[in-house]
């Protein structure tokens, strides 16, 4: 079982920066992309940015520019660091790893983290 804990959540001011971390229980060679995904209340969960193991990264459109993703594979953690919040940002951020198909077996294809509150308010 894969598991992933996130961190580095909390309250923030609008234009404050937080970076959040994502510790998987797995090593890196078992993971094809991670990610964070965000759920807003009355909304659906969406994409926030994506890292390959290639180091390839997607952004959603709304966080181009502010927000950063990026992987430390010594330590199996992905980042997102989180410049220039808005209000509209505020959200339950959650993690997630691609497995890789050798792996799907042992981990199922793909795993969540528990989720870290991200509010920005003044």
């Known amino acids: 079982q894969v598991q992933l804990v996130e961190s580095g959540g909390g309250l923030v001011q609008p234009g404050g920066s937080l970076r959040l971390s994502c510790a998987a229980s797995?090593?890196?060679?078992?993971?094809?992309?991670m990610g964070w995904y965000r759920q807003a209340p009355g909304k659906e969960r969406e994409l926030v940015a994506t890292?390959?193991?290639?180091?390839?990264?997607n952004y959603a459109d709304s966080v181009k520019g502010r927000f950063t993703i990026s992987r430390d594979n010594a330590k199996n953690t992905v980042y997102l660091q989180m410049n220039s919040l808005k209000p509209e940002d505020t959200a339950v951020y959650f993690c997630?790893?691609?497995?890789?198909?050798?792996?799907?077996?042992?981990?199922?294809?793909?795993?969540w983290g528990q989720g870290t509150q991200v509010t920005v308010s003044s």
């Open positions: 997630n790893a691609v497995i890789k198909n050798l792996f799907v077996r042992l981990y199922g294809t793909e795993a």
């Open positions: 797995v090593s890196i060679i078992s993971i094809n992309t």
């Open positions: 890292v390959t193991s290639g180091d390839t990264t």
